[in-house]
Each structure stands twice: as structure tokens, then as C-alpha cells.
T-cell receptor, first 113, second 109 residues
Framework: DGGITQSPKYLFRKEGQNVTLSCEQN?????MYWYRQDPGQGLRLIYY???????QKGDIAEGYSVSREKKESFPLTVTSAQKNPTAFYLCASSIGNSDYGYTFGSGTRLTVV | GQNIDQPTEMTATEGAIVQINCTYQ??????LFWYQQHAGEAPTFLSY????GLEEKGRFSSFLSRSKGYSYLLLKELQMKDSASYLCAVTGGYNKLIFGAGTRLAVHP
């Protein structure tokens, strides 16, 4: 079955550490996205990628980095520069035209301890 | 700029009808999505409106008025499992979706 997989489901990070969240899709979608969700604030766009080896900053890119070396994979690194990283992170993919909407992964809940 | 407004919370009774409104201001608008999200889970697709009017899909219907920048999601014959957040999202150019903050719906017996 085609889908989009995020791992891990829960992640704990010590202050000052970088952590990488995995996102893999086998839908053959061109576009991939990372959103952050905080209570009462909906989904905010961190980074997105329309094609391999290319990505753009979203609305809240500071303290995050991404790579898109393969069509299937779009990992997100939360760096120590991100001041408040505790949140629910959602990865999504689409065929490249937003009129078709997104397929979402099941999310990663990151907590700083 | 881009702005999407939805009520923060709503409550309703099992078996009743509830309407969740969404108003938006955005450039590059092509269409409007509604997603359902249960706590701690991924959003799931409910509906997509491109043209003005009402789209009906079982117990759920969605309405769009492009000239007024307004949409609503209508849920009929409410069930306890409909307790969730409902996210309004609009196409925001560059193949991105812009999401509202979501409306948390609580269905009571």
C-alpha cells in the first residue's frame, strides 16, 4: 500500500541537541512539506520541496533544516537554534498541485527534556 | 496578506446538525479544503470546493462562496466519533496549503 511514513512517533531531545525527523513516501509524489502544530495555532509551514534537490523556506524556517536528495525522502532536522521545539510535526506530500490536497504522515511528537 | 478565521471551539449534541464556518483572505486562491483531525493523529481529507455552491458527501457537506471569501462545513446526524478538530485550508500559491487554526468540536450524548 502506498503511503507516507514518519518516524519516530515520539522523540525526546535534550536542550542543545540536534534531532532529525524522518519522512518517507512511496506515492511517487513530487512535492513534500513539513508543518508544525502547536495547540490553538493550527498548522504552520516550516519547509517545502517541489522537486528533488530543491526546497524553500516556509513561514517558520528558523532553527530548522531539510534535505531532498531522493524523491521519496524529506528529513527535517531540528537544530539547537530552535528556541521552542516542543510540538507535533507533520510531514505531507502531494503530486505537486495543491488542488489535489495533501497526504499526511501520522506525525512525530517532539518534546524537549 | 493571508488570513483564515474559524471559531476555536464548538459543542453539539449527538444526532444534531452543526455548521462550522471559515472566512479567508488570500492571494492565489484556487480552492478550499476541509480536513478532520483527531487528537494526536494526522489530518484526513473531508472535502474540496473550487466552485461556488454546496458539495454533499454523506453526512458531511461543504459550501463555498468565492466572492465573499466564506465557506462552511455542515455535519448532520452527529455521532460521538465526530468529536475532533476541523481544519479549513486554502491553496496559497506555489502549491502550498494555508491552514486555519482549526475548530475543536465536542459532541455530547
Amino acid at each position: 500500500d502506498g503511503g507516507i511514513t514518519q518516524s519516530p512517533k515520539y522523540l525526546f531531545r535534550k536542550e542543545g541537541q540536534n534531532v532529525t525527523l524522518s519522512c518517507e513516501q512511496n506515492l511517487n509524489h513530487d512535492a513534500m512539506y513539513w508543518y508544525r502544530q502547536d495547540p490553538g495555532q493550527g498548522l504552520r509551514l516550516i519547509y517545502y520541496s517541489q522537486i528533488v534537490n530543491d526546497f524553500q523556506k516556509g513561514d517558520i524556517a528558523e532553527g530548522y533544516s531539510v534535505s531532498r536528495e531522493k524523491k521519496e525522502s524529506f528529513p527535517l532536522t531540528v537544530t539547537s537554534a530552535q528556541k521552542n521545539p516542543t510540538a507535533f510535526y507533520l510531514c505531507a506530500s502531494s503530486i505537486g498541485n495543491s488542488d489535489y490536497g495533501y497526504t499526511f504522515g501520522s506525525g512525530t511528537r517532539l518534546t524537549v527534556v | 496578506g493571508q488570513n483564515i478565521d474559524q471559531p476555536t471551539e464548538m459543542t453539539a449534541t449527538e444526532g444534531a446538525i452543526v455548521q462550522i464556518n471559515c472566512t479567508y483572505q488570500t492571494s492565489g486562491f484556487n480552492g478550499l479544503f476541509w480536513y478532520q483531525q483527531h487528537a494526536g493523529e494526522a489530518p484526513t481529507f473531508l472535502s474540496y470546493n473550487v466552485l461556488d455552491g454546496l458539495e454533499e458527501k454523506g453526512r458531511f457537506s461543504s459550501f463555498l462562496s468565492r466572492s465573499k471569501g466564506y465557506s462552511y462545513l455542515l455535519l448532520k446526524e452527529l455521532q460521538m466519533k465526530d468529536s475532533a478538530s476541523y481544519l479549513c485550508a486554502v491553496t496559497g500559491g506555489y502549491n502550498k496549503l494555508i491552514f486555519g487554526a482549526g475548530t475543536r468540536l465536542a459532541v455530547h450524548p
